[in-house]
């Protein structure tokens, strides 16, 4: 606290990221990295990348990365829009996008930046509560809306829609942008990318963070409508010109144009998700079906604090989140099949 604040700062509610932790002794199952890391050709892009051009500024418009994603998705390149990592892209279409004099809805369990971003600019927003299940239900969201915003799968439930219910919130919405964070939906989900033909109100984002294994290299993008872009491209202009370095765009390109390691990935987490569900399950766990590369999962009889700490001693490290109707869950990213044995043992250990 200072009186130097401004009364904006003030009234921010900050977003708490995982815990990050370097020391490799640790089992690091707390903000859904990918285990298998980006592929070579990302590495190799990268140290091409390293060279005296540095000097130069990169391209503003990021061209060369917004034709491959454009080419990658079957979009125009004035449809794509690419961040300094998907927080940045949502961040913008908050502003651009969302921010109206009515209130923006969203789903009472989600992604906790959208509501710190709403404190920042000063944007009304209303929850709706997920249905028992954790479901989301498109039904309750038929009432006047400055927009709609939440994540497909949801996080950190893991929970899917599918288009069709997608399709039936854009109809029912035609007058709202509708903001669509699918951060995991490489994992197992339908991508809503192709309903942007149909519909202009629709902006989906997507992260290279989580699929790509690169969350370390901060790229994200978005694909709507141009119109919806170059709104986006009106606040990115007025806040930072170069939000991707060089290396950045040098390594989101081969991350892109790789669909190999993409598919690897995904096969990969199918199958260890399925087997750290069937652990936990096992165990006495309630598990939510996931369509991500994480797991939400509540003991029978275990708190959730009293898990995380008991974990935390043994050095692994998973996500809760000190909130209503979920403080008792855990979100655990699916790890490495090492990993994953180590975690249920530990577990079978505890409870
Ligand atoms: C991880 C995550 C993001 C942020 O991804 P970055 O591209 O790394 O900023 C966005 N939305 C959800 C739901 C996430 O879990």
């Known amino acids: 606290m200072s009186r130097f604040w401004s009364s904006t700062v003030h009234a921010l509610r900050p977003y708490t990221p995982g815990e990050q932790c370097n020391d490799p002794e640790w089992i690091k199952l707390n903000t859904n990295e990918s285990p298998l890391g ?16 540095l000097k130069l500024y990169p391209d503003p418009d990021a061209a060369s990365l917004r034709a491959v994603i454009a080419r990658h998705h079957g979009v125009e390149p004035s449809q794509v829009f690419v961040g300094n990592g998907s927080d940045e892209v949502l961040a913008h279409a908050f502003l651009a996008l969302l921010k109206h004099p009515l209130p923006v809805l969203m789903p009472d369990i989600t992604y906790n930046f959208y509501a710190s971003y709403c404190a920042l600019f ?93 969350a370390g290299l901060r790229v994200g993008f978005a694909i709507g409508h141009a119109d919806l872009i170059s709104g986006l491209e009106r606040v990115k202009n007025s806040f930072n010109a170069y939000p991707l370095g060089s290396l950045a765009i040098a390594g989101a390109i081969a991350a892109m144009q790789d669909t190999a390691h993409l598919e690897r990935v995904r096969t990969v987490t199918a199958i260890r998700r399925a087997l750290l569900t069937v652990g936990l399950e096992t165990l006495g766990f309630d598990v939510l079906p996931s369509l991500a590369n994480f797991v939400f999962a509540r003991h029978c009889q275990h708190a959730g604090a009293s898990l995380v700490a008991a974990l935390r001693e043994r050095r692994i490290l998973v996500r809760r989140f000190a909130q209503p109707r979920i403080e008792d869950h855990l979100r655990i990213t699916v790890g490495d099949e090492a990993q994953i044995q180590t975690l249920l043992a530990a577990l079978g250990e505890i409870v």
């Open 38 to 53: 980006p592929s070579e050709s990302v590495l190799a892009a990268l140290r091409d990348a390293v060279s005296p051009r």
């Open 122 to 214: 000063g944007i009304e927003r209303v929850s709706i509560p997920l249905s028992g299940a954790f479901q989301l239900d498109i039904a309750s969201y038929k009432r006047p809306n400055g927009g709609i915003v939440f994540a497909n799968p949801n996080a950190p439930t893991g929970r899917a829609l599918p288009l069709s219910d997608i399709e039936s919130l854009l109809e029912a919405n035609p007058a709202s942008a509708v903001v669509l964070d699918e951060a995991y939906v490489d994992f197992g989900a339908a991508t809503a990318i192709p309903l942007v033909h149909r519909h202009p109100n629709l902006l989906v984002v997507q992260t290279l963070s989580k699929s790509r294994g690169l």
